[in-house]
């Protein structure tokens, strides 16, 4: 369904240009997200706007790349289902990946008057058995 691949899309893009409003323009008002970093949720957006701008603003002069591979979308009339695998690398102003890492990402998104928006977000990653630890790299 091509109106939800687009929400891949503004994301990779809103991310790499550190754009807050863009960012929290594919989700919905009340959105809830579980996020694999220190809270065990984020519930509405306006949580969720602040979250990326701290992110954002953490980055200084670096950007980050986001590339989604296989990507699974599952859609009905009003509500879809999406999963990815997600690998964030941020890049230096010349150019060059400093770091990376890599997670797994679903997606509830709902059909609504503004179109398309994402009501849910669960990030993960596997945890190692002996050291307990997420993997974050596949």
């Known amino acids: ?9 503004t994301y990779k893009n809103a991310v ?3 754009d807050v409003a863009a960012y929290a323009s ?5 959105v809830r997200i579980f996020d694999m970093w220190i ?3 984020s519930d509405g957006l306006a949580a969720w ?20 591979e296989e990507i699974r979308i ?12 997600v690998r964030f690398a ?5 150019g060059e990946e400093l770091r990376h890492l890599e997670n797994r990402l ?10 398309w928006k994402i009501t849910h977000q669960h990030t993960s990653g596997p945890i190692d058995f002996e050291t307990m630890k997420v993997i974050l790299k596949r």
């Open 49 to 68: 706007r602040e979250m990326a701008k701290e992110w954002f603003g953490s980055l200084g002069s670096e950007r980050v790349v986001v590339a989604f």
């Open 106 to 115: 679903t997606w509830v998104v709902c059909k609504k008057e503004q179109g």
């Open 90 to 94: 941020a890049i230096s102003e010349q």
């Open 74 to 85: 599952q859609a009905g009339a009003e509500l879809a289902a999406a999963t990815a695998f």
């Open 16 to 18: 790499f240009q550190k």
């Open 39 to 41: 809270d065990w949720s």
């Open 26 to 30: 594919i989700f919905d008002d009340e």
């Open 1 to 9: 369904m091509k109106e939800i691949e687009l929400l891949f899309e």
